[in-house]
């Protein structure tokens, strides 16, 4: 590839909240104490992963003045300061964390020369296409690490994993769906282990994992959702409420006046296991999840192979940046 490649991701600088200078403070203990990695760093640590699997050399964070013309340059940081005092003619392939939805900056197109806006599933590159104008945001799936998620032959499984990453309503929520499933769960007699998303190390996740069969993931929707994919990666079948609809609280307030279509699996097959929308699509469901389970009908770790591994997400990333620089 012509010209270096280089990739930005920093995050927004801490200010001051309870008084003058505990931002530093804030700081040490966050550095201090056990921290889990977000989600949108995560993307950028597997994208660094995917391009040394492909031997693709890349810089971090060069400063915006040492940018050469033929570099190409790609931004995945978080909140709109990741491009302050960019000033190059250099096309930008930005994307992900720069904004939670397009009307928090309609002008981005007008401001910086992007050459695309990424997004990582269908009905989230749906949303921004129909603000900013057809093609101009392109899916680009991060790839899951397949070499670290990737189970023992050994393991003793026998748990069904429930995992909870309840975003709205979360009292409603959890009345109304999460127990009365742990209610069948119990009726059942099925064993299970109930986590909460932000609640563990990813060492913690991969051990819970590996003792698990299957997982019933509890997420209203995902723009990729890596933490079902990671357990998919282990060869976990999952049970995914997928209940259709966007219920992000903001939407009215960024102007989606009509229901938007989407997804907390959108990327899902038969192989990876079921999806359910209510309780009751749930109960009559779950017998054949379990017996599937046991029969070895599933096989999501391949799922991952063929659509989500590292090497799959850099070749995606690559032919973005060759229809981007031509």
Partial sequence: MKGRLIIYFKKPHLKDRWFWGDRYLRSLLHFFRKKNISSLERVFINLCKALKEKKISYIKNLPFSKIKEEDKIIVLGIGK???????????IVAGIGLMTHPNEWRTIF?????????????????????????NTSKIWPVGIDTYYWKAEETAA?????????FLWD?????????????????????????IAYGSYTIKEYKKILTNSIGMIFLCEHESQGLAYQEALAMDVPIFAWDQGFWLDTN????????????????????????????????????????????????????????????????ERMLMILNEAYG
Avoid: M
Avoid at 182 to 189: E, G, I, K, M, V
């Fill in 81 to 91: 300061n990741v491009l302050k005092g960019y000033n190059k003619k250099n096309k």
């Fill in 110 to 134: 007008e401001d910086y020369p992007l050459a695309t806006y990424l997004q990582h599933s269908t009905w989230t590159a749906t949303i921004y296409n129909r603000w900013y104008g057809e």
């Fill in 157 to 165: 499984r026998k748990d069904i994993l429930v995992y909870v990453k």
């Fill in 170 to 194: 979360k009292e409603k929520n959890t009345t109304e769906i999460l127990q009365p499933i742990l209610n069948l769960l119990d009726d059942h007699q099925i064993d299970y282990k109930l």
């Fill in 251 to 314: 939407r009215f307030t960024w102007g989606e006046k009509n229901p938007v279509p989407a997804s907390s699996i959108p990327y899902f097959d038969a192989t990876c296991g079921e999806k359910f929308k209510d309780l009751e699509e749930f109960n009559s469901k779950l017998p054949r999840f379990i017996e599937s389970i046991k029969k070895g009908r599933y096989e999501p770790r391949n799922y991952i192979l063929k659509n989500l591994s590292l090497e799959k997400s850099a």
